[in-house]
């Protein structure tokens, strides 16, 4: 079956230590996307990548980054800058943009605690 | 600013009809999705809108007038399964960029 497939599903980071979710889509899907839920807040973007090799900053790229070297795996690594990082991570993917119904495809989460 | 308004929670009794209405303003449109997000799980795409008018799909249909910036989605014969998160959400200009409202916390109660 196609679909997304994030991992871990909970996941603990201890002070200064960076950690990485993985992202794995196999529907042949151009697009791909990170954002943070918070409770009671919408889902915020965090990057974006249109193709392999290029992405681009969301709302709240600050203590994030990301690679696209395969179509199929977008990971992103939360940083020790990002001073709030508990939140629950859903990453996305969609046929290409540029308009058009293309719905995302989300996966099932990581959700992300501070020890 | 970019802005999406819904209401925070919403309570309907099973086998009634529900409505959960959303405002935007956004710097371009491309549409309007909206998904379904039960408790700790991925949200699941439900409709799209891009012209106005309304869009049914079984049980589940949404309305989207451009020129107020307004849509909604109205779900019949309510079942407690339906109990969920609903989320509106424009995609700007561009295609690539998809805004989300904060969701509306639906009850169905027997």
């Known amino acids: 079956d196609g679909g997304i497939t994030q991992s871990p599903k909970y996941l603990f980071r201890k002070e200064g230590q960076n950690v990485t979710l993985s992202c794995e889509q196999n529907?042949?899907?151009?697009?791909m996307y990170w954002y943070r839920q918070d409770p009671g807040q919408g889902l915020r973007l965090i990057y974006y990548?249109?193709?392999?090799?290029?992405?681009q900053k969301g709302d709240i790229a600050e203590g994030y980054s990301v690679s696209r070297e395969k179509k199929e795996s977008f990971p992103l690594t939360v940083t020790s800058a990002q001073k709030n990082p508990t939140a629950f991570y859903l990453c996305a993917s969609s046929h290409g943009g540029g308009g058009g119904n293309q719905p995302q495809h989300f996966g099932d989460g990581t959700r992300l605690s501070i020890l | 600013g970019q802005n999406i308004d819904q209401p925070t929670e919403m309570t309907a009794t099973e086998g009634a009809i529900v409505q959960i209405n959303c405002t935007y303003q956004?710097?371009?449109?491309?549409?309007l999705f909206w998904y379904q997000q039960h408790a700790g799980e991925a949200p699941t795409f439900l409709s799209y809108?891009?012209?106005?008018g309304l869009e049914e799909k079984g049980r589940f249909s949404s309305f989207l007038s451009r020129s107020k910036g307004y849509s909604y989605l109205l779900l019949k014969e309510l079942q407690m399964k339906d109990s969920a998160s609903y989320l509106c959400a424009v995609l700007s200009s561009g295609g690539f960029k998809t805004i989300f409202g904060a969701g509306t916390r639906l009850f169905v109660k027997a």
């Open positions: 809108n891009v012209l106005d």
């Open positions: 956004t710097s371009g449109f491309n549409g």
């Open positions: 990548s249109q193709i392999v090799n290029d992405f």
């Open positions: 529907l042949n899907h151009d697009a």
